[in-house]
């Protein structure tokens, strides 16, 4: 028998899978973008994403640095009896530097990998599984679990996702209700670290959502309640451990103003889910108990965004918000933070294919650990190669030119610059999804 090696074999399934019927048709989908960049004074440009929570308060054009991938598999089931069960699965992967052409996402002491490979979705859906209630759908797995985003921000106001199990989309009235049980981060234990083997708290959260009433023509509502808690071991419950608990209310209104197309979004949070309200919540993550003093006893968030056509071949999008907390402790710098951003992207399609972006960008802050507020605005001109008009049209090729300002640029100290105020950078994105 011909010997056949283990690369070999692999690459065989991966062809027969792709080349079988229908039966074995598997949906292959994802997210990636990925770049290059330079100053005028040489050099990478410095990215303004947000430490804490990842969110572009100025906007994302111009202004990411890494390459990011989501790559997605999935397979449906047909059942004899009419159900329809669907089985997806998602890797991500991340690198901080860009450029090379190998990067190792597993090596340590490669200083221009230093990224990662991260399990983002496992799970199976079942629909149809009750006659009288066919879009009902039942779910047990990681997932994605109903994000809601500002696109232009890559902020995610609405994300309580993870492992979980739950019964979405049963009819209610004039809605449809969904309910879900979703497992929280894991949190070291007072004074203790997980990465050095010690004790974690365990946390969970039950998520209700009411969405797809309607209120008027071109107008629905869509509500969210989620409740997190630590469920602490009886050990942990004897020696004290914080039993914190927190609630998170949203409530969204998608409508549409002649060709207009906008959300409005109304979110409170308090305790240990005060922070949902106030930064990105990426995988919501129920504080189990108070790290430093600037930890928020509540928090509360509006924003406003959308796009509209101004004329057959210029579209705009935008987003105004404006967040607010107060902290547990008064020996905070600040007892109340707070966050305004306002961001403006329109495009002019020359054509089908080609269109010109301009992205204007302003925030200020005053975060809980700062004496005084910082802001910062952008000015980020892009020409991109798209294969359809609109804002959302992907793959886009874009090349950018443009320079930030305010004070948190002119206080940015890197190894290549001594402040970014009035710098010009120039670079090139790939930006897709599919």
Known sequence: MKFISPKTKVALLIASIFTTGSAFAVDFHGYARTGTSTTASGGAQYCYNDPVDGAHYTGRLGDECDTYGEIGLGQDYDSAEGAKFYLDSMFSFKTVYQ???????????????????????????????????????????????????????DLYYLNNSGNGFGVEDISAGPGKVSLAWIDGARKPAKGKSDAQGEPVIQTEKYDLRYQDLSLWPDARLNLAFIYGKADLTDIQDKVGENKQTGSFYSAELPHKIGSAQNTFVLQYGQDALANTAFNNSNGTEVDTYNQWSGDLKDAYRTIYFGSMSLTNNIDIAYSALYASGKTISQNAIETKPNRLSVVARPSYYWNGLTRTTLELGYTKDQ??????????????????LTPNIGLMARPSLRVYTGSFFGDVAESTRTAQQEGDKGEMRFGAQLEAWW
């Open 99 to 153: 450029g090379n052409d190998y990067q190792s996402l597993t090596s340590p002491t490669d200083r221009d990998s230093r990224g990662d490979w991260a399990l983002r979705q496992l799970n199976v859906t079942a629909k149809n599984v009750l006659k009288s209630a066919p879009d009902t759908t039942f779910w047990v797995g990681k997932r994605y679990y109903q994000r809601k985003d500002v696109h232009i921000l």
């Open 367 to 384: 975060m809980s650990t700062d004496s005084q507020s910082s802001d910062l605005s952008k000015v980020i001109l892009a020409q991109e």
